[in-house]
């Protein structure tokens, strides 16, 4: 266990279905990220949150919306997705001010059909 | 337990000296590995990576170095430059899934 905890590990929906991602950390950590891992692509951040508030927003399309209702917990809700929306999703943590020591969460493989 | 390591949080170099970036993983199943760059409010960029059949892979001034009997991957950025300054991440997968990011190694090069 990295101490960064996402859940499930493995989503397969339908580009109809809602679907959510979660992610927990219990480090103390004041930052929370979620990255998007394509293959053969750079990891692409999508969003931060410092202190439970959205402070990035990489031009993410709005059928991904992040929540934050703590500062252990970050939730990605997902609707009418498309298949290129494929790819693995990593959280990651941080203490925000140190800038580094990101500890990253196992990832979320999801497979739009 | 954390598959990724890099054990040290911060490195100082002197600019043109050598920068050397380490990084251990235990699980032996790992067959890629990468290094990622970051700089501050920027996700990470990918900047190399070498399959577990090679030992060395060599990309202008960097250089990643794979020493698969002892779990170890290295970074050679060599002259170091003030724009190297930034998080590296090492990383490693098992085929295209499931990969693991060590916690980054914040390096300022000095002018």
């Known amino acids: 266990e990295t101490g960064v905890t996402q859940t499930p590990r493995h989503l397969v929906m339908g580009m109809t279905n809602k679907k959510s991602l979660k992610c927990e950390q219990h480090?103390?950590?004041?930052?929370m990220y979620w990255y998007k891992q394509s293959a053969k692509k750079p990891l692409e951040l999508m969003f931060v949150y410092s202190l439970e508030e959205r402070v990035e927003n990489n031009s993410v399309p709005s059928r991904f919306s992040p929540e934050c209702p703590n500062s252990s917990h970050l939730f990605l809700h997902l609707h009418t997705l498309q298949p290129e929306d494929s790819a693995l999703y990593l959280c990651?943590?941080?203490?925000?001010?140190?800038?580094?020591?990101?500890?990253f969460g196992s990832g979320t493989r999801l497979t739009v059909v | 337990d954390q598959q990724v390591k890099q054990n040290s949080p911060s490195l100082s170099v002197q600019e043109g000296r050598i920068s050397i970036l380490n990084c251990d993983y235990t699980n032996s199943m790992f067959d890629y590995f990468l290094w990622y760059k970051k700089y501050p409010a920027e996700g990470p960029t990918f900047l190399i990576s070498?399959?577990?059949?090679?030992d060395k892979n060599e990309d202008g001034r960097f250089t990643v170095f794979l020493n698969k009997s002892a779990k170890h991957l290295s970074l050679h950025i060599v002259p170091s430059q003030p724009g190297d300054s930034a998080v590296y991440f090492c990383a490693a997968s098992v085929g295209a899934n499931d990969m693991r990011f060590g916690a980054g190694t914040r390096l300022t090069v000095k002018p």
């Open positions: 480090l103390g950590h004041n930052a």
């Open positions: 070498i399959s577990s059949i090679k």
């Open positions: 990651a943590s941080s203490f925000e001010e140190q800038g580094y020591g990101y500890t």
